[in-house]
């Protein structure tokens, strides 16, 4: 069965880091296209960052860009988003998908960002 398990989730405080971690399964990742997206309380489900099936290629909300990198490794069917001078605003719920053909999501791992 295609599994994405989101990790890496937490607290943390403003100004700090975190990295989120997708473990991916079932389908044929080096082929997909991978992106994280996010959803705060009353808010839409919102893009956050993209990354073409062999990392050629990467793009980024303009509220994250220069904050965030998204990253894979197809070796370990897993992709990566590194978080860093996180603010309050970044608190949602973040998403990992598998895009081609068919998409795939994960569960959502959630990511608190308060003092």
């Known amino acids: 069965q295609v599994q994405l398990v989101e990790s890496g989730g937490g607290l943390v405080q403003p100004g700090g880091s975190l990295r989120l971690s997708c473990a991916a399964s079932?389908?044929?990742?080096?082929?997909?296209?991978m992106r994280w997206y996010r959803q705060a309380p009353g808010k839409e489900r919102e893009l956050v960052a993209g990354?073409?099936?062999?990392?050629?290629?990467?793009n980024y909300a303009d509220s994250v860009k220069g904050r965030f990198t998204i990253s894979r490794d197809n070796a370990k069917n897993t992709v990566y988003l590194q978080m860093t001078s996180l603010k309050p605003e970044d608190t949602a719920v973040y998403y990992c998908?598998?895009?081609?053909?068919?998409?795939?999501w994960g569960q959502g791992t959630q990511v608190t960002v308060s003092s």
């Open positions: 998908n598998a895009h081609r053909h068919n998409d795939y």
């Open positions: 990354i073409s099936n062999y990392g050629a290629s990467t």
């Open positions: 079932g389908f044929i990742f080096s082929t997909y296209a």
